[in-house]
């Protein structure tokens, strides 16, 4: 899928490294730049997705407001290496929470992924894959959502 677009924050993507290579509370200040650039880096609100490899390195891209994937993007996965510690991306314009689509990806890339995570509104829900004792595999569910400092509860 190409898709055209206006980047109106040219370093976008650099800004999503700079606060991953942060580490600070990263899970939480790391997806809420990924939220954050998703719904201002562009003309519109865009879906953006981030893998996090084996070798902790990043890899980016950008779609239309309700999918994105690497097609016509492809220039930014040589040199991705297998597992994928996290599988992140945004729902601009709706909750967190795994779509049909999102679930078929999941099912094609599961043995290979660590966790998928979908950020929405305020919101983050991150599926994690483990295997048992006995070697089954299973998964864990994480849903929360965060306020504002000046939000009350």
Known sequence: MNVELEVKTEDWKEQI??????????????????WEMSLTA??????????????????????????????GQEDQLPGMKLPIKEWIHTHPFGSAYFSGTDLRTIGMWERYLEKATVLGDKEEMTIFFRVGPEGQHFQEYSQFNWIDEDEEE
């Open 42 to 71: 562009f003309d519109i609100a865009r879906e953006v997705q981030v893998v996090i490899d084996a070798n902790d390195k990043l890899f980016i891209s950008v779609g239309s407001p309700g999918f994105v994937s690497f097609e």
């Open 17 to 34: 490294v700079n606060a991953y290579e942060a580490k600070e509370d990263w899970n939480i200040w790391f997806h809420d730049k990924i």
